[in-house]
């Protein structure tokens, strides 16, 4: 019996095309993210460099810092280089909530364990 | 583009006999696996999260751990993996460009941009093993204290203070002498043998070492790895010299004492943990890396046969290429975490 449950013309993949044109379009915005991650990246290390981890509120400032550009440099990847930001709505639902979602839970849950721990520490030495 | 935002009612989009995401299945399944990888992933980083949130003792920090370069003396903070991450980024960069030429069904350029792409892979799987090899080697161990102490310490201005040091506090010998130890301690746990059976020659230049038991250090490190702050100073690298060093060296607790890291020791830190988040962590980060080359290579060489130029369509490289940037995107984080925060 022929499986109905297959879909099995490749036209998603031929319809992906673009010509010359449209091309240069794509190649310079890719260059203009390389330019910026690179950036984010040197901004990185250099702030790396130059605090020092003190417990002050520069230092939690800065670390704060450091997850956004984290999160930037994350956003530009996923949605300009793995091509997600193009892709329909629905398919960009399915990746990206169930995934914010769990390890907002996890970072939530381990991050609480964490500092309880570290209370227990300095309670009972 | 590679959406494929065509226009289509929802009755179309949803009645059957098409993807509703309009992606192919690969494709699809590839999203779906990239989810699940990056939810291990970020199992590990929160793991990590966890145990340096609970632990009582100070965590070492990535500047003042990872500051050397290949072939160069002195302290380049950061400046490798700063390196690294510039590799991993360019190499996503080819990845994308060749995902591009896919798209307008250029093989040259899909050819040219993947093989820049395995190059890069390859950069960066040398770079990791440098790195571990640095990290496990180390740059002159440590151990801790058995007792107590009040100890005169210098910094690099000059200034002089007083440290005082619990029971257990973990301090540093300089790389000179560590690793002059290093050769003498393995030395001695290994008699000196001329063997017949050959393949242990090196240990016939055993008897030009110093004896072990005679040896003191000059200089002894405080907070080689690790921040300490009083009065709005930063405490980081104090030396203490002279007596005071071989005060220190005479309450060394026994078998405390390591050299660069395994899966039971490290010099960076009293915690074992520290280590092995390392270790686990990268590996399982080189690992992707290491097989998203191997895949790239058995990809590079089917559109050189031509392959999907007879398939009509590049997909295939959008798809490694998905991958390939999920491991770059693995590596921003782990970036952040290990080396940065």
């Known amino acids: 019996m022929e499986r109905d449950d297959l879909i099995v013309n490749e036209s998603y993949a031929l319809n992906a095309k673009h010509d010359e044109a449209a091309g240069k379009q794509i190649r310079k915005k890719l260059y203009a993210v390389t330019v910026l991650l690179t950036v984010i990246t040197i901004v990185e290390v250099f702030m790396g460099v130059a605090f020092k981890r003190n417990g002050t509120f520069t230092w939690e400032a800065i670390k704060l810092t450091f997850l956004v550009l984290t999160l930037v440099k994350a956003a530009y990847i996923v949605l300009i280089f793995m091509h997600l930001g193009d892709e329909r709505k629905n398919l960009k639902y399915v990746v990206l909530l169930p995934y914010a979602l769990f390890i907002m839970y996890l970072i939530f849950i381990g991050l609480y364990e964490g500092v309880s721990v570290q209370e227990g520490h300095n309670i009972f030495g | ?341």
């Open chain 2, 1 to 341: 583009m590679a959406g494929q935002a065509e226009h289509v009612t929802k009755d179309e989009l949803w009645g059957g006999n098409r993807s509703p995401f309009s992606v192919s299945y690969g494709k699809m399944m590839m999203w779906f696996f990239l989810v699940s990888d990056a939810l291990t992933f970020g199992g590990l980083l929160t793991a990590y999260g966890v145990i340096r949130h609970g632990s009582s003792d100070l965590w070492p920090v990535g500047e003042q751990v990872f500051e050397a370069l290949p072939g160069l003396h002195g302290s380049y903070p950061l400046m490798y993996v700063a390196l690294m991450t510039f590799i991993l980024i360019i190499s996503s960069v080819t990845m994308v460009l060749a995902v591009e030429a896919g798209h307008r069904m250029d093989k040259k350029g899909v050819v040219k941009w993947l093989g820049l792409t395995i190059i890069g892979g390859f950069f960066f799987l040398g770079s990791q093993a440098w790195e571990w090899s640095h990290f496990i080697h180390g740059s002159g161990g440590g151990f801790q204290v058995n007792q107590p102490m009040t100890v005169a310490a210098a910094d690099d201005a000059g200034n002089t203070y007083q440290i005082t040091l619990d029971n257990g506090t973990w301090v540093h010998m300089t790389s000179d002498f560590g690793h002059k130890y290093e050769h003498a301690m393995e030395a001695a746990e290994e008699p000196i043998s001329h063997d017949a059976h050959g393949g242990h020659g090196e240990h016939a230049t055993a008897e030009t070492h110093e004896d072990i038991s005679t040896m003191v250090p000059e200089e002894i490190i405080l907070n080689k790895y690790t921040l300490e702050h009083k009065d709005g100073k930063d405490l980081r690298k104090l030396v203490v010299k002279g007596d005071d060093a071989k005060k220190i060296w005479a309450a060394m607790e026994p078998g405390s004492m390591a050299f660069g890291a395994n899966m039971h020791k490290n010099e960076y830190a009293i915690q074992q943990q520290y280590a092995n988040f390392f270790f686990f962590v990268t590996g399982f980060h080189g690992f992707h890396v290491f097989s998203g080359v191997l895949i790239n290579i058995i990809i590079w060489l089917m559109a050189v046969k031509g392959v999907f130029e007879k398939r009509g369509h590049y997909e295939m490289i959008e798809k490694i290429g998905l991958y390939w940037h999920f491991v770059d995107l693995v590596w921003v984080f782990v970036f952040t975490f290990f080396y940065l925060i």
